[in-house]
Structure formats: C-alpha cells, structure tokens
C-alpha cells in the first residue's frame, strides 16, 4: 500500500523561500510519475509541477514556471518542491501525488495522494 507523507509547509513572507518534500513508501518509488497540486479554500485543486519516474523530464504550471522546481531522490523514495520568489497567491494546501502515467497534469491521472501540507504566504 503506497504512502506519501508531506512535509516542509509553513508560514513564509512574499518573496521567500519554502521547500516541500514528499516521501513515499510501499511501492518501488522509481516507477511513479510525481506531481504537486494545490488547493486554496474555494478554488479548484490546481496542478502544480510534475517529474516523471525517471526524473528527465518535468512539467510546470506556468504561474510557477521559473520560480519553483521539482526534484526527486529515487534513491530516497522523495520528490521535492523548492519554492522560490513565492508569492500571496502561492497560499494553499500542497499535495504530492503518484501515478503511472506520463505526462500527467490532471489529478485522475494519479493513483495515490498525500494528506497535504499548508503554505501560507504572508505580505
């Protein structure tokens, strides 16, 4: 049974720097395509930025293009979110997610989710 466990949220003023990271553990890590969603209180849950199992190759949002980057240890089961240059509309519930398929922007394209974490960005 897969797990992703979260971590890495906070609280952060604008232009600051966070990084998330997701660990996952039950299935072979290497396999997955990861992706990061977002979800802020009455929006959509919106897709961040993916990497697929390999990790050659990654996919942005465009409002994040440049500022944050994707990244992944498969020797230690994690992807990461490094976030840079954040902003207020940054503010949401981060999820990392796992699933087979590349590419894959849209959350039915995940199997497994995590239980998120917050980031709050503050002026």
């Known amino acids: 049974q897969v797990q992703l466990v979260e971590s890495g949220g906070g609280l952060v003023q604008a232009g600051g720097s966070l990084r998330l990271s997701c660990a996952m553990s039950?299935?072979?890590?290497?396999?997955?395509?990861m992706g990061w969603f977002r979800q802020a209180p009455g929006k959509e849950r919106e897709f961040v930025a993916a990497?697929?199992?390999?990790?050659?190759?990654?996919d942005y949002v465009d409002s994040v293009r440049g500022r944050f980057t994707i990244s992944r240890d498969n020797a230690k089961n994690t992807v990461y979110l490094q976030m840079n240059s954040l902003k207020l509309e940054d503010t949401s519930v981060y999820y990392c997610?796992?699933?087979?398929?590349?590419?894959?922007?849209?959350?039915?394209?995940?199997?497994?989710w995590g239980q998120g974490t917050q980031v709050t960005v503050s002026s």
């Open positions: 997610a796992a699933g087979p398929r590349w590419p894959a922007r849209h959350g039915v394209e995940y199997d497994h």
């Open positions: 039950g299935r072979t890590f290497s396999t997955y395509s």
């Open positions: 990497s697929k199992w390999s990790g050659a190759s990654t």
